[in-house]
């Protein structure tokens, strides 16, 4: 059964930093194309950013560029996404998926992992 597990999120001043972690179970992650995915208050669904399998390219939302970094252990089969420089803008729930899924939701999207920036 597919599962993402995603963890790391918490409540951070602005220009702090965080380690979300998203763990996989049920496929192999290395061979597809992750992302991170987040939801604002009253907002709809935005990438964050994309990693390929295998030559693991990355893309990143020009509003995170810069700030966060997205990548991959494949021996523990999880994903990561360092976040930097946090703004308040930043603050909302994040997701990992599968990026062939699209921002629609499905039975293996997880929990995501809340993350607020304020002072």
């Known amino acids: 059964e597919v599962q993402l597990v995603e963890s790391g999120g918490g409540l951070v001043q602005p220009g702090g930093s965080l380690r979300l972690s998203c763990a996989a179970s049920?496929?192999?992650?290395?061979?597809?194309?992750m992302a991170w995915v987040r939801q604002a208050p009253g907002k709809g669904l935005e990438w964050v950013a994309t990693?390929?399998?295998?030559?693991?390219?990355?893309t990143y939302a020009d509003s995170v560029k810069g700030r966060f970094t997205i990548s991959r252990d494949n021996t523990k089969n999880t994903l990561y996404l360092q976040m930097d420089s946090l703004k308040p803008e930043d603050t909302a729930g994040y997701y990992c998926i599968q990026t062939r899924w699209g921002l629609r939701r499905n039975d293996y999207w997880g929990q995501g992992t809340q993350v607020t920036v304020s002072s």
């Open positions: 990693i390929q399998s295998g030559i693991n390219i990355r």
């Open positions: 049920g496929f192999d992650a290395s061979n597809y194309a």
